[in-house]
DNA sequence: TTCATATTTGGCAAAATAGCCAAACGATAT
DNA sequence: ATATCGTTTGGCTATTTTGCCAAATATGAA
């Protein structure tokens, strides 16, 4: 069994895929990055990320139907929480080495901070 | 210093999703699922994803840019390597939870293997 | 019931992405 | 010099994604 983890068949890549596409997207990112704090409202959200709340729960679709994150209503809102623990270690991680890298961009142009 | 992490700027914020983005393609996925095994040339990784060289090329561009793979030529060869060391472990972790997520879905379906 | 509040869905236009062919490029060999 | 090999880039079309508005839906309050 489970020869998939070794030679991923082709469902199990676009699965796989369909989770990084989902975070691929700025405010799909942020959105995410603020659930690591516990869960929010579609209304905190879409304060975030300043789009139309259309816009917002589209986005949240994305990320549902991916399994990174997952809704429960409760009381008059609908609830959104990360469903996807090992993230929060990836997400560290990569912001590590990007900030690594923007500091070496910044000091390859001579400027002394670029987190404006 | 590095506030970044607790609260993303735009520019940060970007750059990480630029990772995701770039991983969120079934062939680009799978490239790099091959690359943890050690580098390999482009040739190779057509062998592997079969479309057009051109678009194999297209895709480790994506992959490049975004600092997930490097490329160093040596010989007649370019070499494609990753460059994101963090990512095999949360390639493993989603790896698991697809595999987990697969398997109850097949057992809803009354299938006793979806690994085709 | 009607009204308001929170969220999703339909539909459309603009923008981005994917993939192919052909052409260009750079290095090595002849 | 030409030829060849491995790779990238130009240019194009088809497909997908994004984001807004408006409309639908669901749920709680009056």
Do not use: W
């Not at 990084?20 to 405010?27: Q, R």
């Not at 729960?57 to 429960?72: I, M, Q, T």
């Not at 390859?108 to 987190?115: E, I, K, M, T, V």
């Amino acid at each position: 069994m489970n020869e998939m983890e070794a030679r991923p068949n082709r469902h199990f890549i676009a699965e796989q895929a369909k989770i990084f596409k989902a975070l691929g997207h700025p405010s799909r990112l942020l959105m995410v990055q603020a659930l690591r704090d516990g869960e929010k409202c579609v209304c905190d959200l879409q304060a975030l990320i300043g789009a139309d709340m259309s816009t917002v729960s589209r986005h949240l679709a994305v990320l549902r139907e991916a399994g990174v994150v997952r809704s429960e209503k409760r009381g008059t809102n609908i609830y959104y929480a990360l469903a996807l623990s090992c993230l929060a270690t990836f997400l560290q991680c990569t912001g590590t080495l990007i900030a690594e890298r923007i500091r070496q961009k910044s000091a390859l142009l001579g400027n002394d901070q670029d987190a404006t």
